[in-house]
């Protein structure tokens, strides 16, 4: 037998194997997070509550196909940010999580589509470094916007490195008429809250 053939069939046991124990992992973990993320935003002041689970906003940027799930919604009261999808994502290596800050914008429609931007970091050294410059790309408009607000910039060069382990992604979903910023999981600081909310700020704006 090819190793080739010995490789395929060891990969094929491991995702057997893997991703059952994944599944049963986010069943456990998925809504402690949330409520984790709910006790956090109260304690550093955040006016949140907790939606019940069913709501038609936990569909917004997900498909069946795609893996992912919502472990719920928060609200939050007199914010750029409406809401936020605690999002899980399992696969054979394990269940990752990520959350969803959902951006109610009126000019996102299907006739008028905001393009896919993200975060992209600049570090010195160039692998483990730090994080020594940031700069936006995708929609024209928009990256023209964040890339002007250096006091974002400042507050995002100044966080947590929690923040930098992926990036952030604003992604439009002109069905639902929101935006979405998506982020690693983290619990985020005071700093890091406001940093997302000028975000959320300039995409209401575009």
Not at 60 to 86: A, K, T, Y
Not at 126 to 155: C, F, H, P, R
Not at 163 to 190: C, D, H, M, N, Q
């Amino acid at each position: 037998m090819e190793w080739s053939n010995i490789l395929s069939i060891i990969m094929a046991i491991l995702v057997a194997i893997g991703l059952p124990l994944a599944l049963r992992s986010r069943k456990k973990a998925g809504p402690k997070k949330r409520e984790e993320l709910y006790q956090h935003l109260k304690e550093i002041g955040i006016e949140a509550s907790l939606i019940e689970k069913g709501s038609d906003k936990e569909k917004i940027g997900l498909s069946r196909s795609s893996g992912q799930r919502s472990e719920g919604i928060i609200e939050l009261e007199d914010r750029n940010i409406d809401f936020i999808n605690v999002i899980s994502v399992a696969s054979q290596y394990g269940a990752r999580y990520f959350l969803d800050y959902l951006v109610k914008c009126s000019n996102i429609m299907e006739e008028r589509v905001l393009k896919k931007t993200n975060l992209t970091k600049k570090k010195s050294p160039a692998l483990w470094g730090k994080v020594v410059a940031i700069e936006w790309k995708g929609d024209d408009s928009l990256t023209q916007s964040l890339n002007l607000d250096y006091s974002l910039e400042d507050k995002l060069l100044e966080a947590d490195a929690n923040v930098f382990k992926e990036s952030i992604w604003i992604l439009s979903e002109p069905k639902y008429g929101y935006a979405r910023i998506r982020t690693g999981y983290s619990l985020p600081s005071a700093e890091i809250f406001e940093a997302i909310s000028s975000i959320a700020r300039h995409i209401k704006s575009w």
